[in-house]
């Protein structure tokens, strides 16, 4: 339902630009000590400028001010026992950021880091990001403080218990449905859905990434990796190029940095680095599939960490982190760069070591994981840049998907997920290229991204009212 005020001129521009200004103290000034929020929000407000021009009821509406304003934030107390019977005190968040164009859907995060500012900020990414999916869902997150490292089986499953217990009356398939995230795999999901079941007395969709016996979906665990390895398929298919025999960089070695080399390698690409938050590892020779399975079984069963890869494939080299300096990963020479880890893990010297080293595509598959100096130097530079809220969105396009098969009671073929998901990418790339053509910065992905995400839930809240 948008409106055209006609072209824009400077002088519409710099009103817009003097608007959020005073837009973005308020959020810094509502919200202190929330240094990811203030930096998601400025990030896409600032990009918003061309289409606030043009429609200026999303300013007079107070459309922004609203949005970044969750619909509510609910914070709980969860108390639980160790092994030896000793208390101990996690608090627990959802945010539930916006249901303008569907259910509450995010994953939920267990990691020391977890704070509400934290969860807000990857609320507020979520929601632009369902939003681009093309399918109904809204923005949420959730999570604790809890850490999940070095603690049994049986203190992991009753501290899960105890989440659900606090968590369950905000959450259900037509409310809110959570997924999982760091610390969060498909053990957490079995004891976070054994429990909700059990209060509720109800097995219905109100989670997903569920095992495939009960209620999940074929391709959940590869989604996030697969996606953004087909989005930047498309990014460089747009150009009349591939990844054929191309050299890359992944950060991380979890679920989603696994997944991302599989489907790299299944492409004729060759993956020579993977770390973790000790260090990282660089082959020389690739991370092919009998190392990746050697890795899976490091990271998915004995928890052990990605020095030891070193050790077991000599010709690799582990290089140890260095708290607060420059990521020497960043530095190795390659072609394209795949962040996997966390958030901030591309600074701007980060940026300049991709650059002078070759790269020139990166492709964001954790959320947020390039420092905004640092994705100026890479557009600057003319690298291809795919930014989190459209590169990573397989993951919970799957989930989408998930919810869908439980609400037919049907289960589909691995095949059948994975061509919808290659769809779902394809579509998302269409869609955020043509956005950026469309205002006047072709081959801006992450301004064509902020763009097209913002105005699909912008309108769905006009058309719901405003206010």
């Known amino acids: 339902m948008t409106t055209s005020t006609g072209p824009r001129t400077t002088g519409d521009e710099a009103r817009v630009d003097a608007r959020l200004d005073d837009l973005l103290a308020g959020v810094v000034a509502r919200n202190p000590g929330e240094p990811e929020f203030h930096q998601a929000v400025a990030e896409v407000v600032r990009s918003l400028v061309p289409v606030l021009v043009r429609n200026p009821r999303y300013l007079d509406d107070r459309i922004i001010e609203q949005l970044v304003e969750p619909d509510r934030t609910i914070s709980f107390r969860v108390n639980w026992v160790d092994d030896r019977g000793e208390i101990h005190v996690n608090r627990g968040y959802r945010v539930q950021m916006s249901s303008s164009i569907?259910?509450?859907?995010?994953?939920?995060?267990?990691?020391?880091?977890?704070?509400?500012?934290?969860?807000?900020?990857?609320?507020?990414?979520?929601?632009?990001?369902?939003?681009?999916?093309?399918?109904?869902?809204?923005?949420?997150?959730?999570?604790?403080d809890f850490d999940p490292r070095g603690r049994s089986e049986s203190e992991i499953r009753r501290f899960c218990q105890s989440f659900m217990t606090e968590l369950y009356p905000y959450i259900g398939e037509f409310t809110d449905v959570p997924a999982g995230d760091i610390g969060v795999g498909q053990r957490e999901i079995g004891y976070l859905f054994g429990q909700y079941k059990r209060i509720t007395r109800r097995f219905v969709g109100s989670l997903t990434g569920k095992g495939i016996n009960w209620g999940g979906s074929r391709i959940r665990q590869e989604a996030t990796g697969y996606g953004a390895v087909y989005f930047g398929r498309e990014v460089l298919a747009a150009r009349g190029d591939g990844f054929e025999g191309k050299t890359c960089l992944v950060s991380g070695s979890g679920n989603v940095a696994q997944f991302t080399v599989e489907k790299l390698t299944d492409l004729g690409a060759t993956v020579v680095t993977l770390s973790d938050s000790d260090g990282f590892v660089h082959d020389p020779a690739g991370v092919d599939r009998e190392k990746l399975e050697w890795v899976k079984e490091l990271k998915n069963g004995r928890r052990g960490r990605i020095r030891e890869y070193a050790e077991r494939f000599p010709d690799a080299v582990y290089t140890a982190a260095v708290p607060g300096g420059a990521n020497p990963l960043w530095a190795v020479p390659a072609g394209c760069a795949f962040p996997c880890a966390t958030q901030n893990e591309i600074g701007g010297a980060d940026a300049a070591a991709l650059v002078a080293n070759g790269v020139r595509l990166v492709v964001e598959c954790a959320n947020m994981p390039t420092v905004p100096e640092g994705v100026d130097r890479l557009m600057a530079a003319g690298v291809l840049f795919a930014p989190s809220k459209a590169a990573n969105a397989g993951g919970v396009a799957v989930s989408g998907l998930e919810m869908t098969q439980d609400m037919e009671h049907l289960q589909w073929t691995a095949a059948e997920v994975d061509a919808r998901l290659q769809d779902i990418m394809r579509r998302i790339h269409d869609q955020v290229a043509a956005t950026a053509d469309e205002y006047g910065v072709p081959g801006n992905l992450a301004t064509g991204a902020n763009i097209a995400g913002f105005v699909k839930v912008a309108d769905a809240m006009l058309d719901e009212s405003p206010i």
């Open 102 to 144: 569907g259910p509450y859907k995010g994953g939920l995060r267990f990691h020391p880091s977890v704070n509400a500012g934290l969860l807000k900020f990857l609320a507020f990414e979520q929601t632009l990001k369902d939003s681009l999916t093309t399918l109904p869902m809204g923005g949420a997150k959730g999570g604790s």
